[in-house]
């Protein structure tokens, strides 16, 4: 899929494509999923009509009744190289409303994950090798500001923000600001 045509899928139009094809996978009727998944025939048939905003527990209970993770309903086409800066990306908020969810990445299946929390100071850029074939690198800046990603393609995020990138080839890490934190998870598939 190309890179204009990702932008321009809505959260809600992923959500409603994937519930149907989910559906179909199963070969069940609007009206049987919304039993299974104890939902409103209406909101199920909005939700596939690419309209609606489902809270946190109806995408569960969907999820459930699919027999699929949620991640599965709501994520994005993957790409290279993804940004996700703090205020974006598409929140399910619970219906209590002091709870959301922002789903960031998906884990392939027969992938393996370590995950490392960062410590960097401003000063040399941090190149690293590349890693074996396939490998992932998934990073959330906690605190402070860096330059990393693809060593000809680096990224500048803040507190908050996100960004996943192929580390089979050169990368890099750089702080801009001292004290600089963040998460990183290494997938190897």
């Known amino acids: 899929m190309s890179e204009s045509l990702m932008q321009n899928i809505t959260p809600i139009g992923l959500l409603s494509a994937a519930i149907r094809r989910e559906r179909e996978r199963l070969n069940l009727s609007v009206t049987e999923l919304a039993k299974r998944a104890g939902i409103a025939k209406s909101t199920l048939s909005q939700l596939e009509a690419g309209s609606g905003n489902p809270s946190l527990e109806t995408l569960w209970a969907l999820a459930m009744a699919l027999d699929v993770p949620v991640s599965r309903l709501i994520s994005q086409p993957s790409r290279q190289v993804q940004v996700i800066r703090a205020h974006e990306g598409t929140a399910a908020v619970s219906e209590q409303?002091?709870?959301?969810?922002?789903?960031?990445?998906?884990?392939?299946?027969?992938?393996?994950?370590?995950?490392?929390?960062?410590?960097?100071?401003?000063?040399?850029?941090?190149?690293?090798?590349?890693?074996?074939?396939?490998?992932?690198?998934?990073?959330?800046?906690?605190?402070?500001?860096?330059?990393?990603?693809?060593?000809?393609?680096?990224?500048?995020?803040?507190?908050?923000?996100?960004?996943?990138?192929?580390?089979?080839?050169?990368?890099?890490?750089?702080?801009?600001?001292?004290?600089?934190?963040?998460?990183?998870?290494?997938?190897?598939?």
């Open 97 to 189: 409303g002091n709870y959301a969810a922002t789903l960031l990445a998906t884990c392939p299946p027969g992938a393996q994950r370590d995950i490392y929390r960062l410590r960097v100071q401003p000063g040399e850029v941090k190149l690293s090798r590349p890693h074996p074939p396939g490998t992932v690198e998934h990073v959330i800046i906690s605190s402070g500001r860096a330059r990393l990603g693809p060593a000809d393609q680096p990224q500048v995020l803040s507190a908050g923000d996100y960004i996943s990138y192929s580390a089979d080839r050169e990368h890099v890490f750089e702080a801009l600001e001292p004290e600089t934190t963040a998460v990183m998870l290494i997938e190897q598939g």
